[in-house]
């Protein structure tokens, strides 16, 4: 499992707040990761700027299918994970294990090499609206998560968020969620709980997207369904529990009026 993909995996382990102390990991390490892209080797600046911005950067591919500098890229990353998105034709030979690639987005498209890769693990990118059952088949095949584009999605509506969650639950996989508008942090809290773990953002033309969507996740509350599922279980026994005391009562008050006419 690449680094990424165990981070990924790694976050949805994390311990909840329990009562007025923490369990485990506190909540308030966890946060969604964020996968930085690039279409060239950044500046100094640039790359500063992404290294305390994002958990991992990706290469783009150009559709030339030009070779990845990911060598060097992963040189001036120091321990920060790199990945690369391949375009349609790219080369496997430029992601091989000894280039230090930890991952590689490709679409369905891509190239059937690219879930043979030692020590590199495979993201695969679909459009929304794929059917379930090819959403189970990727999963099948041991690909580590699934990239969701939002190209044709409105970020400001709950289409997005029940998508995510039909492409995580059919997959089986994190979800990558490609992000190309600005999200508060209750939407990023709202994405956690729909199955994303992660967002990925095209820094090539510009910080201020990577930066915000950084503050957002610093910000959010990450509550699990499950959680908030224990609570309204939690809230209607108690209100269930509060009823039906009120009724034994009256059934039990019955009971003692009919014994004593009996006793008469």
């Keep these: 499992m690449s680094r990424t993909a165990d981070r990924l995996h790694a976050l949805r382990k994390?311990?909840?707040?329990?009562?007025?102390?923490?369990?485990?990991s506190s909540a308030g390490v966890r946060r969604m990761l964020i996968l930085a892209g690039v279409r060239k080797i950044p500046t100094k600046k640039m790359l500063s700027t992404i290294c305390g911005s994002a958990d991992s950067v990706v290469i783009i591919g150009n559709s030339g299918g030009g070779e990845l500098p990911?060598?060097?890229?992963?040189g001036l990353a120091g321990d920060m994970a790199v990945g690369a998105r391949l375009?349609?034709?790219a080369r496997l030979t430029d992601v091989l294990s000894d280039s230090g690639c930890d991952f590689v987005i490709c679409d369905t498209d891509g190239p059937t090499g690219a879930l043979a890769l030692r020590g590199v693990g495979c993201f695969v990118e679909v459009i929304p609206n794929v059917e379930s059952n090819r959403l189970r088949a990727i999963g099948d095949l041991g690909v580590e998560a699934v990239v969701l584009?939002?190209?044709s999605l409105d970020m400001r509506t709950l289409t997005v968020a029940i998508e995510c969650r039909r492409v995580r639950t059919a997959s089986g996989k994190p979800v990558v969620l490609r992000l190309e508008q600005p999200v508060s942090s209750d939407e990023v809290g709202v994405l956690w709980r729909a199955g994303v773990s992660a967002l990925f953002i095209d820094a090539s033309d510009g910080l201020d997207l990577l930066m915000?969507?950084?503050a957002a996740a610093d910000g959010a509350s990450y509550e699990s369904l499950q959680s908030l599922r224990d609570s309204s279980v939690s809230i209607g026994a108690h209100v269930a529990n509060s009823?039906?005391?009120?009724m034994e009562e009256e059934e039990d008050g019955d009971e003692e009026d009919g014994g004593d006419e009996e006793e008469e």
């Design 87 to 89: 375009s349609k034709g």
């Design 14 to 24: 994390m311990s909840s707040p329990i009562g007025f102390g923490i369990s485990g």
């Design 149 to 151: 584009s939002t190209a």
């Design 243 to 246: 009823s039906n005391s009120g």
């Design 70 to 74: 990911l060598r060097k890229m992963v």
């Design 212 to 214: 915000s969507a950084r």
